[in-house]
């Protein structure tokens, strides 16, 4: 028993060095970037030695330091990326608020339905997940010019939320099945309505469901280019489309630093969020995945 308990030291060496060579592997990129966005564009982007990223000669020679702020100076200030950060936590808020407001209470009630026509609804929003975004883009198009709203934000909402809420409700309605129905009915039976029961009861306990669900809605909305970048007005523009904005086109040249800097200032944030809800998102996944 003690044997087969007792790890082979070489076998924790190969998955630790394993492990390590995937993390700098998975975070190569990101560090690259994060390194090259206080670079300027000959350094950071030079094709004669890729070394002049790491000592900063042209950096040095232009700015007197190895290190400038200018691509965050220049992206920030002078472009007023500070907008398209602000439109972006807007839509996202209202994407991830109503998207699991009705995916959870539409969820709880198909999963605590007996009704035939629960799973037909379930595979019509399936199919509508799976079909391609710029086709329900451009049916929205004509309504949107008809009414004169294109180009703000709610257009880029609705069809988020459209998008994301077959999504949320097949994760939802997943989570509720693997929770008893016996907990809805003993809370009835105390006295609590069917809404209090959901409310009181049902809700706490498939909370991790939630958070993982609304990450996930979080990061559709927060990383959209196709909706986002066809339904918003230069003005109202979110990060992703303003990102892409600041590489110029075959006309008008743009300022890669720029956007190296606010890739790493949109980047940054999902690491973090990450972070803090790692365990309610393991454990969402988790619990979506054991019958209850």
């Not at 970037?33 to 000669?57: I, M, P």
């Not at 200018?70 to 950060?85: M, P």
């Not at 379930?122 to 451009?138: D, E, G, N, Q, Y």
Request: hydrophobic share 55%; net charge positive.
């Amino acid at each position: 028993m003690a044997a087969t308990q007792r790890r082979s030291p070489l076998l924790i060496a190969v998955s630790t060095a394993l492990v390590l060579l995937w993390v700098v592997v998975a975070a190569f990129p990101f560090l690259w970037t994060l390194w090259g966005s206080f670079k300027v564009q000959a350094d950071f982007f030079s094709l004669a030695d890729w070394r002049n990223a790491l000592r900063g000669t042209f950096t040095m020679a232009q700015t007197g330091s190895a290190f400038t702020g200018k691509g965050y100076e220049g992206a920030w200030v002078q472009e007023e990326f500070w907008r398209a950060v602000m439109n972006t936590m807007i839509v996202v808020v209202c994407v991830v608020v109503i998207s699991l407001t009705f995916g959870t209470l539409g969820g709880y009630a198909l999963a605590r339905s007996g009704f035939r026509y629960t799973f037909w609804l379930l595979m019509i929003a399936l199919v509508f997940r799976a079909m391609p975004h710029i086709t329900l883009v451009s049916g929205y198009l004509m309504p949107f010019f008809q009414w004169n709203v294109w180009g703000h934000l709610p257009t880029a909402i609705i069809v988020l939320v459209a998008i994301n809420q077959p999504f949320t409700l097949w994760m939802l309605h997943s989570f509720f099945l693997n929770i008893p129905k016996d907990l809805d009915e003993s809370a009835m039976i105390d006295g609590c309505t069917r809404f209090q029961a959901f409310r009181h009861v049902i809700v706490p306990v498939m909370w991790p469901g939630v958070i993982t669900t609304g990450l996930f809605s979080f990061l559709l909305a927060y990383n959209d280019f196709a909706v986002t970048a066809m339904l918003l007005s230069q003005q109202n523009q979110t990060m992703i489309p303003k990102i892409a904005s600041f590489l110029g086109s075959t006309q008008v040249e743009g300022n890669v630093m720029f956007a190296v800097a606010a890739v790493v200032s949109a980047t940054a944030p999902l690491f973090v969020l990450i972070l803090f809800f790692q365990r309610q998102i393991v454990s969402g996944l988790t619990a979506g995945a054991v019958k209850g």
